[in-house]
């Protein structure tokens, strides 16, 4: 229940703390006076969007802060859902910076507007007169019945099921559309792979594959060559060798003349030596040379493919091209595995899909129990509201598809009048019929939604005298079960209240501020009579508010 209420700097209210009690809460006070203030600033520490137009003094900031009593509404873990704190009196606070920007708190942990709405549905109901509009409103209808069927856990299991579900459905038919498409690139890349599996890249050296197909394919040139260098290093008369032998031997006599030869010597006698051992490798080399026409073949057509798919893959080494490898694997074996995953996937959705038909089965079953219960407890509280004749007939109609709340179409028909066709609600209901079976219909879930707080906002609009009445009766009966707020214009609902508050603005030199205050005794006493016969009240119409008083 709401224990407290604070407004600082919001509209023509300056600064405002009010503490309330629970039970039946009355707010009056003239047309103009700022009731609709309070219920928007109410509004807004419930996650109301908001900005600067709100703020009386642009120079300081706005906020708006109460304090709920939920020691008994089991609470906790809608506060454990939202990562909070939970506490028996809880805090919220709303603030509005002169920038427009706004912070909200629960319990001091700052929150988002949606964590704020989140928790607030639980906390308080504010019944504005343009919520009567929700009446109409499909989703608000199963609401209802959902809340007297009992459904709610039903509903909880239902909607994580369905979001499983399409996730899931999801997820099948872009494996069966991927399927499709690799089915059509199957075969493509599969001869790919082949043709890429059929070179052994993986034991391939290309520098060393060209090298071995650049001797091959020029013996004849390099047996040559090879010849003609071990003929002018070994010739005897005139080669290299033989030339150096006799110059190096010729420094060496020099050299043990004088030892200014010996480094000419050593540099000399170390060009002999390896001169000497590249005369053994060009021969070495010209010994083991064979003419392999077979070999080479075999390396230039191996080459060849190895460059045409080099080319195709538009790479030039082999690292590249077992990557490409890799990749190809990749999509050739999620063509062969789509299957596979395409019948675990449908099976799963298969299994969803039957845990969703049993809940809808359940839900409607529930649905079509409750609608009697609820269409009697409507007609009898209407007959009291003045409603004689009102009639409705609810009819749940099953839909072959899975829906947000179940598998049923809903028409909530009315009618006012003996005789008169059943329509539906939208289309024959009046703007108070509406209110008043808006009433009845909120007093009937109060019974199954253990709500701490509700607040009508002039609900009774367009009705009086004993209608009236009764409209009090039904709130002073619903205050028993949870705390109830009415802004009312009418004494006889006024009269019915444990606790009695008047909104008043009062008039300063250059500014205007709405006021709340309670009423004791006396005061209710001279507000009601002015409910009665306005500001010059008579002794009867004193008379007459005590006699409603008591």
Do not use: W
Request: charged share 25%.
């Amino acid at each position: 229940m709401l224990k407290n209420l604070s407004i600082k700097n919001y509209a023509l209210i300056d600064d405002l703390n009010v503490d309330f009690n629970n039970g039946l809460t009355i707010i009056t006070g003239e047309t103009g006076a700022g009731k609709s203030i309070l219920i928007n600033a109410l509004s807004l520490l419930l996650g109301k969007r908001s900005d600067n137009s709100s703020i009386n003094n642009l120079n300081k900031k706005c906020i708006v802060e109460a304090t709920f009593d939920l020691a008994h509404y089991n609470l906790k873990n809608i506060f454990i859902d939202n990562n909070l704190d939970y506490y028996t009196d809880t805090i919220i606070r709303r603030e509005i910076l002169p920038s427009g920007k706004s912070r909200a708190f629960v319990n001091d942990s700052p929150v988002v507007l949606n964590q704020l709405s989140s928790i607030s549905q639980y906390i308080i109901d504010i019944h504005s007169q343009h919520q009567n509009l929700n009446l109409v409103n499909v989703n608000f209808q199963f609401d209802v019945i959902d809340s007297v069927a009992n459904n709610n856990k039903l509903l909880i299991e239902y909607k994580t099921k369905l979001s499983s579900y399409k996730k899931l459905t999801s997820e099948l038919n872009k494996l069966k559309d991927s399927k499709l498409e690799l089915s059509k690139a199957f075969d493509y890349n599969s001869h790919l792979l082949e043709e890429i599996n059929n070179l052994n890249i993986s034991d391939i050296d290309l520098i060393e594959l060209e090298n071995s197909y650049k001797e091959l394919s020029n013996f004849e040139d390099i047996k040559s060559d090879l010849n003609l260098s071990s003929s002018l290093l070994n010739d005897n008369e005139h080669g290299i060798i033989s030339l150096m032998s006799k110059l190096n031997s010729n420094l060496k006599n020099l050299s043990s003349r004088s030892n200014s030869f010996l480094d000419l010597y050593n540099r000399l006698n170390s060009i002999y030596i390896d001169l000497d051992d590249i005369s053994r490798d060009i021969q070495n080399s010209n010994d083991n040379l064979t003419n392999n026409p077979d070999k080479l073949s075999s390396l230039g057509d191996l080459l060849s493919k190895l460059n045409n798919v080099l080319r195709k893959h538009s790479v030039d080494n082999i690292d590249d091209l077992i990557i490409i490898q890799s990749d190809l694997l990749n999509k050739v074996s999620k063509s062969n595995n789509i299957d596979d995953e395409i019948s675990s996937l449908t099976s799963v959705v298969s299994n969803i899909e039957i845990e969703l038909l049993d809940l809808s089965k359940l839900l409607n079953s529930n649905r079509v129990k409750a609608i009697p219960n609820l269409v009697n407890n409507l007609q009898d509280i209407l007959h009291d509201l003045g409603m004689k004749s009102a009639q409705f007939l609810i009819e749940i109609i099953p839909e072959d598809k899975f829906l947000f709340n179940g598998m049923d179409k809903l028409e909530f028909k009315f009618s006012a009048n003996k005789g008169s066709d059943f329509k539906l609600l939208k289309q024959s209901a009046s703007g108070g019929e509406i209110s008043r079976i808006m009433l009845a219909i909120k007093s009937i879930i109060a019974n199954y939604k253990k709500l701490p707080t509700l607040m009508f906002d002039e609900i009774d609009t367009g009705v009086s005298g004993e209608v009236s009445n009764k409209i009090g009766d039904i709130m002073k009966e619903m205050s028993s079960r949870m705390q109830i707020f009415t802004i009312t214009h009418l004494p006889q609902i006024a009269a019915k209240g444990e606790s009695h508050f008047k909104v008043y603005k009062t008039e300063l030199e250059n500014s205007t501020t709405t006021n709340l205050i309670k009423l004791n005794n006396q005061d209710r006493i001279v507000e009601i009579a002015k409910m009665l016969e306005g500001d010059n009240i008579s002794t009867s119409a004193v008379a007459h508010a005590k006699q409603l008083l008591n």
